[in-house]
């Protein structure tokens, strides 16, 4: 990737050169002299240092592909990490009294995600719970299920919204298990 890279800027600085030295010969045309004169006035001043000038043209010479490479390869070369950076608004300093007292008060927010553990079952309901958790758990065959069930307390769904959970633990409940919401 790093070869990769040095040979497409090394091609692209001798573009620019190229065209740096092509400059005069392309303002005597007609056809360029109106274009030439536009973007002279709207260009920015060129920078003091030829070689940040260099390093500009071939930049913008690349294609968005090669953009790309260039910044994760940057990256990494420079050990430079990605952080977020936070939204900047000009009210911010002067709003942050009131949200130190909003923290203060900011009940706990309350758990939508739970995790449904079989903690115990009745002896007599153990088939039809058995089948539930076969119904439940993808790709589980009927000997799997048993083990499962028998090898309690055991975490039967993880990540589940609050309603879901709720019906689930209702349905355990019906056939005779013992099912804690965490």
């Given at each position: 990737?790093?070869?990769?890279?040095?040979?497409?800027?090394?091609?692209?600085?001798?573009?620019?050169?190229?065209?740096?030295?092509?400059?005069?010969?392309?303002?005597?045309?007609?056809?360029?002299?109106?274009?030439?004169?536009?973007?002279?006035?709207?260009?920015?001043?060129?920078?003091?240092?030829?070689?940040?000038?260099?390093?500009?043209?071939?930049?913008?010479?690349?294609?968005?592909?090669?953009?790309?490479?260039?910044?994760?390869?940057?990256?990494?070369?420079?050990?430079?990490?990605?952080?977020?950076?936070?939204?900047?608004?000009?009210?911010?300093?002067?709003?942050?009294?009131?949200?130190?007292?909003?923290?203060?008060?900011?009940?706990?927010?309350?758990?939508?995600?739970?995790?449904?553990?079989?903690?115990?079952?009745?002896?007599?309901?153990?088939?039809?719970?058995?089948?539930?958790?076969k119904a439940l758990?993808?790709?589980?065959?009927?000997?799997?299920?048993?083990?499962?069930?028998?090898?309690?307390?055991?975490?039967?769904?993880?990540?589940?919204?609050?309603?879901?959970?709720?019906?689930?633990?209702?349905?355990?409940?019906?056939l005779g298990a013992v099912?804690?919401?965490?």
């Amino acid at each position: 990737m790093a070869s990769r890279c040095s040979t497409l800027l090394c091609s692209t600085s001798r573009l620019a050169s190229a065209r740096i030295a092509l400059a005069p010969l392309a303002s005597r045309s007609r056809w360029l002299a109106t274009e030439a004169a536009s973007s002279s006035s709207a260009a920015p001043p060129p920078p003091s240092d030829p070689k940040i000038g260099r390093i500009v043209d071939d930049i913008s010479g690349l294609t968005l592909l090669q953009a790309a490479d260039l910044v994760t390869l940057l990256k990494s070369r420079l050990n430079i990490q990605e952080i977020t950076m936070p939204a900047a608004s000009a009210a911010a300093p002067a709003a942050a009294a009131p949200v130190e007292e909003a923290a203060v008060e900011e009940k706990p927010k309350e758990k939508t995600i739970f995790n449904l553990k079989l903690q115990s079952f009745d002896a007599a309901a153990k088939p039809k719970i058995i089948r539930e958790v076969k119904a439940l758990i993808p790709n589980l065959t009927l000997i799997d299920a048993k083990k499962f069930v028998e090898s309690v307390p055991q975490v039967l769904k993880e990540n589940m919204p609050k309603e879901d959970a709720e019906k689930l633990k209702a349905v355990l409940e019906k056939l005779g298990a013992v099912v804690v919401l965490e």
